[in-house]
């Protein structure tokens, strides 16, 4: 019987399993499933048949009774569960949605509760078809017109936590819904077909027994091309997903939990198409189980990113938040602080005294040193030198007061060493492109309410090393390399 | 008026025209092409209305008088003129594609005959769902699915020589054709209908009147999705064709006239998607007129470059064949010569003199040249260096007649210096990865029937110095920068 050849060939060409693997097998009773759990049989997988008795129908018990009885027939042990549709239909879900989600949640129970991590269904190349031209009417991009994949993580929609992966796969992927039909009859089963396919009023039926039909008048063989766009289509969302992966260290960073920041410059560098799959990643890592995101808002998202204008917000989906830094652009969830390891942080807004000798700490692992040197070996080293900033030597004679580290506050000011006048310390760090979150937690040296230097950017003028100087503190702004 | 502001809008967002520059517009004398010609006027640029008569219909005559008068009150040029079909339409081919081929060409020749190098036409975003729609139904990768792009070059396929660039420009491509009727009343034109819109044997006016209604009992949004789709896959075309070009000096070379060679391992560690698109992109090269090149073509020639086996063939598309050499696959059309442009090649099978000393001329500018040397400056020099296979030094005395050049014939044998025995020049030539029709080329230095030098690989024992040598032979294979 060549559908066990068949379906062998797909499942080696797709390297969908190992020979002899335990799976669960997610049995309806209709012809695609009885077929699927017939031929892993005859190939020689070790299944547990899964059954979710939706109880939508009248007749969905006896079609429970009956695929626990093909079960026994194969030897194999059934786990068979009823669905309280009640429990969990909310209003704005269609029942197919959520029934679809329920089936899958049991099937990946069933699979834990037997230590398996393999789960396969019966979707055949019409249900292929189907899901691809249901995508087309919806608008979908490369990634929805390549239709279901042959073998799939399940993990992300379902909303099973990272630890277990399990895998969805679909070895009837190739095969048609004809050549499922004519194998049960082949092996003499009688399937349970679903009253529900003939219901027109569901989309994927509707598709099935009308549109389907239509199109065949325009292209006889409109089904095998599309299952061919498919194929073509996988391969695009491919090559994209492989350049996403490559140019995502250089354009994407993680800004913290729940919070990715985005390079302005190199981003709109790259080919829209690019553009476009990055930002679906971006969301998609922050938001797992959403599954359609509209093509107009990522267009919206593209053109916020085009158009620099310092701190302005726009909603993305999901309630996820875009902010514009110039430089940057951030993707958050609502209210999440955004984190800068690269750049010295206060770890909060409290003022905190700095010792002398002594060190403070800062975020992500910076720390400030405050040491007591005699004038000599400061004049002697690089300390004064301008293009290490991270270092500045005050004289000691002007600090009256005890030293302190706090954010900047409105009215801020300093008269930076060699520059005339005095400045705004706000100002001072939009000159420098700090992004504005972070600005927010930037460290001040003060000495009372004089700002003595602005950590690893400018030193006050005011305390400046002069021929009266005898001792120099020195202040050493170090990041976490400099611990290691 | 707000078509004026919107066509104005699309016109400098895509970029399709520059302020008051001429043009050739074709004019039906339906609403689209009559909207296109109010809003180029109105908007200020150089019109001549260019109408092909096809005679089609009997009333198509009296179209070609409406677009004369219509032109005269607009106070532009209109060139008119008639098709004669009987002369053009070959069998196998539709006669809508010839009667659209014999348009585009008619446009061309009134826009050659004026100086012009630009076309407008009036195709309308509706023109455009029902493009991807078709192409949808056809089976087709992302440049399908793009539909019409709004400037393109007309070059290629209607067959005009590189020299002079005619691009085709669509202003109307974000107007619905509610919109282009909408402004004919407006304006106070009557269009007249082109009554072949209502003909449902076309496929497009099935789609226009049958398919599309139905799609929009799905998703009454439909046509947007599927402009939307349109712009999605414009972006991917637009990154693949990116790709294409980047990876294309280290994967393809042109082989001749005619001919191009893939390198087989670098291609094949591509991404399956960009593979489709090379080999694309190389069968437009050879083939600009070829429109619709099947999928499965594509995936043949891909499955063939996988299984490496020397000098098998497979036909490809458009009389195109494939040749594998192993390291390379060769795309050509029929019998093209392969050229090898970095190797050393006979310019013909024929056997050449060879004088000493002198110089004889191989192909793509490589020489051969033959001195006389006394032993001493051999020794001292660098010739004896096996690491530099461009030069040897021979034995005067060995040499007991006149040296000439060949290509290798079966049975040639070699006894290569510094290896034991003798072995076949052929397999010399393929373990030194020689591909099959540059060996074929391959230039031997004979000196009677015994092969003295595989040029540029192996000399002969034979002939090699030795005590008693007093004077040797040098002979250098120069190749094209040596001479610059």
Redesign the interface.
């Known amino acids: 019987m060549d559908t066990y050849q068949q379906v062998a060939d797909f499942i080696h060409q797709e390297r969908l399993l190992q020979p002899g693997q335990r799976l669960v097998a997610g049995v309806s009773g209709g012809p695609d499933s009885l077929c699927l759990l017939d031929c892993l049989n005859r190939l020689g997988y070790q299944i547990i048949v899964a059954h979710l008795d939706h109880q939508l129908r009248p007749e969905s018990a006896e079609e429970a009774t009956f695929v626990q009885r093909v079960a026994q027939t194969y030897g194999v042990l059934a786990v068979i569960d009823r669905w309280d549709k009640g429990a969990t239909v909310g209003p704005g879900s269609s029942i197919e949605e959520v029934a679809r989600l329920a089936r899958y949640r049991f099937l990946v129970q069933v699979a834990k509760e037997n230590g398996v991590e393999l789960i396969a269904t019966g979707h055949t190349a019409d249900d292929q078809v189907e899901t691809i031209l249901m995508h087309?009417?919806?608008?979908?991009?490369?990634s929805g017109?390549r239709g279901m994949l042959p073998s799939t993580s399940l993990n992300s929609w379902v909303g099973i936590p990272d630890s277990t992966e399990i895998t969805l796969v679909r070895p009837l992927l190739d095969t048609t819904r004809e050549q499922t039909q004519a194998h049960c009859i082949a092996i003499d089963l009688e399937p349970r077909l679903d009253p529900s396919n003939l219901d027109q009023t569901y989309?994927r039926n509707?598709?099935r027994h009308h549109?389907i039909p239509?199109?065949e008048s325009?292209?006889p063989g409109?089904r095998?091309?599309?299952r061919?766009?498919g194929r073509?289509?996988a391969?695009?969302a491919?090559?994209?997903a492989?350049?996403v992966a490559d140019r995502w260290p250089e354009l994407v960073r993680r800004g913290g939990e729940g919070v990715f920041v985005i390079r302005v410059k190199p981003f709109l560098e790259q080919?829209?198409?690019?553009q476009?799959a990055l930002l679906r990643e971006v969301i998609s890592r922050l938001r797992r189980t959403l599954r359609d995101v509209g093509?107009e808002a990522v267009e919206r998202a593209i053109h916020f990113i085009t158009i620099p204008q310092r701190g302005r917000r726009q909603a993305l989906v999901g309630e996820l938040e875009l902010i514009h830094f110039s430089d940057e652009v951030v993707v958050r969830e609502p209210d999440a602080p955004i984190e800068y390891p690269n750049l010295p942080q206060l770890i909060s807004d409290r003022r905190r005294r700095l010792s002398i000798p002594g060190r403070i700490r800062l975020a992500y692992d910076w720390y400030l040193e405050a040491t007591i040197e005699p004038l000599n070996s400061v004049r002697r080293g690089e300390l004064m030198n301008e293009s290490s900033p991270r270092v500045v030597a005050v004289d000691e004679i002007s600090i009256d007061t005890p030293l302190a580290i706090r954010p900047g506050k409105p009215g801020d000011r300093i008269r930076p060493l060699g520059m005339g006048g005095s400045i705004k310390v706000s100002d001072l760090l939009i000159n420098q492109h700090i992004p504005q979150p972070a600005r927010a937690r930037w460290p001040l040296v003060v000495c009372g309410e004089h700002i003595l230097w602005v950590v690893g950017l400018r030193m006050s003028n005011d305390f400046r090393l002069n021929n009266k100087t005898k001792r120099a503190i020195v202040l050493h702004l170090r990041d976490p390399k400099d611990e290691e």
């Open positions: 087309f009417l919806r608008g979908a991009g490369p017109l989309t509707r598709l549109l239509i199109l325009y292209n409109v095998q091309v599309i061919r766009t073509v289509m391969g695009e491919e090559l994209v492989t350049l080919p829209t198409a690019l476009r093509f």
